[in-house]
């Protein structure tokens, strides 16, 4: 039976042939994979072939909402966007809020499935069940703030938009695909995949609706979340000063990355900390559909040579174009954001390639002089990077390709899997720098995001949640692993439902259970949070065989940068830290089911249903030795 | 003896600035939350969005009889996990079990 928050409807689209479709959306991959992340895995592992070349007309865009995405429960206003990453060679999702997503379900799809590339620059126009490829000529090469000015002067001011900027265009590899402003599907270079298929972006405007199928209960299930999130111990300072307060804790925990990682305290602190950011040029807090959280700060640089106006950076970005290089000038940060908005760069992959860039100067590696920060000169390396322009070129390429052309630098390049480290130095958390070597999509907070551990849960609550008192010390690496592999799941899952995780995550307020009470009424079907756990970790072990598949071997790839295994932290409260990962990962392989060399075991891809899968990746031949489970034809169908 | 009061995010609004200077009259932690109950008119412990540094350490509870040295540095820091008086997950003894339902 068909979930009652579907639409039903998965748009298809064929830019070689210039043609859209709407396809129903198949009962199996409702229930099996849910919508979002776990529903993009499905997609691409069906429809990608294996040696397909990311930037070619193989690779598959997917836009998925979840089955509470447009409803009322509060922070569902996320969706996800997937391709194979061609930055890491493997999948690649990003998961972004704003509006976009419920506006493109209001419009009548809960997912769009996008192949092949066009001739011509094109947009996608989606109202009311009817989509439409039209040119984008006059949109290719503009910024992105001029894009979403045309988009609304041609379908009015309502319309909600999806789509790169001149970074994207010009495939560079650090791009991002933005929503709504400022909202940012980042990371694994997602632009650039957009850029080689000539699609400028998606509008979207809906008139429709979501229903529900239990409407009073689900009214009172959204009373009790959003109890459970403002009563939180935890809203008062993310409610106010949003994800900026991250750089209070993370100067705190000794872990503000400094200067490439090679600190973790910032001398330059109090220029960028949440509090400058609030009393100095939040001018308003924005929030995403339905989110009693409101965490975004929009702000204003009223005069001087960094005026802007415009979405406020979040604590990755203050991070990486702040202190990681050596910038303390809060109005040149708030300045350069506003441009990687505009040129659709992802901040944290851009800042950490200068940053890298930085040190390469710092130790007379390359000739440049890079002088530690230097505004003019990370903003000029911005636009350089968006233009593919001199140092740009190569810089725009990421960290693990500028490590591979400058000998010598391998040390200190920030990357996992060809993925730049977000902004936490991983030697004040040791769970994030289990998850961050291991995640699916390269080096990455968000796959797990094991805030568990960071200045809040007592030991007491580590010995009833995870069975051990250490899982909430950062400063260790014993206990880290079940707590760990359940964030994973649980992240899966939100990003698989589409909830933000600020408000499951970040404050604990909502869990599997509540996300299990708003898909069940939603939707009309039973489910229970291990129901859901189950699916999250079939897509997890999904997703890990698609690597696989295109060449990952865990026991080489799941790795960190020597500069977190091998040098310690020099000052602070986290002086002397390194991450030991060898003591976790063999015990996290375990945890996941997976053998010695992080291969998913035979019994476990049997237990999740994933035996065609096995037997296609690993030659294992488990058909038909196991439960039924979602097998070919049940998955996207042609395409 | 004298005490330096890191504040971070917005307790450095409510305890008067990022960094500050307490003098206390005996040394233990009971005597710092007491000082700045009278000089700010702040009551620490009774807060639920915060936890304090003292030195290398992390405390969750704030014990009154806890001994601090001259000159040490307090930090004050918000939270960044909370939870809602959760539930415990039973995670390390009990696997996520049963199949999706059909």
């Known amino acids: ?639 | 003896m004298r005490v330096r009061l890191r504040n971070y995010g917005y307790y450095a609004d409510l305890l008067g600035g990022p960094l500050v200077e307490l003098e206390i009259p005996a040394d233990t932690l009971g005597d710092l939350l007491a000082a700045v109950r009278s000089r700010f008119g702040v009551d620490l412990e009774a807060r639920r969005n915060l936890r304090l540094i003292v030195g290398d350490r992390v405390l969750h509870t704030f014990p009154a009889q806890l001994r601090l040295e001259d000159g040490v540095e307090v930090a004050v820091v918000p939270v960044v996990a909370g939870g809602s008086g959760a539930k415990g997950r039973g995670w390390a003894t009990r696997r996520t079990g049963g199949r999706v339902s059909r």
């Open chain 1, 1 to 639: 039976m068909a979930g009652v928050s579907y639409q039903g409807t998965i748009l298809w689209v064929d830019l070689s042939k210039g043609t859209v479709e709407g396809r129903s959306f198949p009962d199996a991959l409702q229930r099996d994979y849910l919508g979002g992340r776990a529903l993009a895995a499905r997609l691409l592992y069906d429809l990608v072939p294996p040696g397909a070349d990311p930037l070619g007309p193989e690779n598959v865009i997917v836009v998925a909402t979840g089955p509470i995405t447009g409803t009322l429960a509060p922070a569902s206003g996320r969706f996800t966007v997937a391709a194979v990453s061609p930055k890491t060679g493997l999948v690649g999702h990003a998961n972004s809020g704003g509006h976009f997503g419920p506006e493109m379900k209001l419009a009548g799809f809960d997912a769009l499935v996008i192949t092949g590339c066009s001739p011509e620059p094109v947009y996608l126009y989606l109202e009311d069940g009817r989509a439409q490829l039209l040119p984008a000529g006059h949109l290719w090469g503009q910024g992105l703030l001029r894009t979403w000015e045309l988009l609304e002067e041609r379908h009015g001011p309502d319309v909600r938009y999806l789509g790169i900027g001149p970074a994207g265009e010009n495939q560079v590899l650090v791009s991002a695909v933005m929503n709504d402003g400022w909202d940012a599907q980042a990371r694994p270079g997602l632009g650039a995949v957009w850029g080689a298929k000539k699609l400028k972006c998606i509008a979207a405007r809906g008139s429709g609706k979501v229903r529900v199928a239990d409407p009073e209960r689900f009214l009172e299930a959204v009373r009790d979340a959003c109890g459970k999130i403002m009563a939180d111990r935890t809203y008062p300072d993310f409610s106010r000063y949003g994800t900026s307060i991250l750089v209070d804790i993370a100067q705190a925990s000794g872990g503000l990355s400094t200067r490439n990682a090679q600190e973790g305290v910032f001398e330059h602190y109090e220029g960028i900390s949440s509090r400058r950011l609030h009393a100095g040029y939040t001018v308003a807090k924005k929030a995403c559909w339905c989110c009693p959280l409101h965490c975004k700060n929009y702000v204003e640089v009223r005069t001087g040579p960094h005026r802007m106006r415009g979405g406020g950076p979040e604590y990755e970005t203050l991070v990486c174009l702040g202190s990681r290089v050596g910038l303390g000038d809060l109005e040149a940060i708030l300045y350069a954001n506003h441009l990687c908005n505009d040129l659709g760069l992802d901040t944290i992959s851009a800042g950490t390639a200068i940053s890298f860039l930085m040190e390469a100067s710092q130790r007379d590696l390359i000739p440049d002089r890079l002088p530690w920060g230097d505004a003019a000169v990370v903003i000029d390396l911005l636009r350089k990077m968006a233009y593919r322009e001199g140092l740009g070129e190569l810089a725009g390429q990421g960290v693990a390709r500028l490590a591979r052309a400058i000998p010598g630098s391998e040390e200190f390049a920030l990357e996992v899997k060809g993925l730049e480290l977000p902004a936490f130095d991983v030697r004040t958390g040791k769970g994030f720098g289990l998850s961050e070597a291991t995640a699916n999509r390269g080096g990455d907070h968000l796959t797990a995001l094991p805030n568990f551990e960071l200045l809040g849960m007592s030991e007491q609550e580590g010995v009833r949640w995870f069975g051990n008192p250490y899982c909430v010390d950062p400063y260790t690496e014993r206990g880290k692993v079940p707590m760990v592999v359940w964030h994973e799941y649980f992240a899966m899952l939100c990003d698989s439902a589409e909830i933000c995780k600020y408000t499951t995550f970040a404050t604990y307020a909502l869990l599997p259970e509540d996300l299990a009470r708003f898909v069940t009424l939603a939707t009309g079907e039973e489910r229970t949070a291990a129901d859901l756990l189950h699916l999250a970790e079939r897509a997890y072990n999904l997703e890990r065989l698609l690597n696989i598949r295109r060449g990952m071997l865990p026991a080489r790839d799941d790795r960190l940068p020597r500069r977190y295994t091998h040098h310690p932290l020099p000052r602070g409260p986290a002086r002397g830290q390194v991450v030991h990962l060898e003591t976790m990962l063999p015990e996290y392989y375990r945890a996941h089911g997976w053998d010695v060399r992080g291969v998913p075991l035979p019994a476990t891809l049997r237990r999740l249903g994933l035996e065609r899968e096995a037997s296609e990746v690993l030659g294992l031949g488990l058909e038909g030795t196991g439960p039924p489970g979602n097998g070919p034809g049940e998955g996207a169908g042609g395409g």
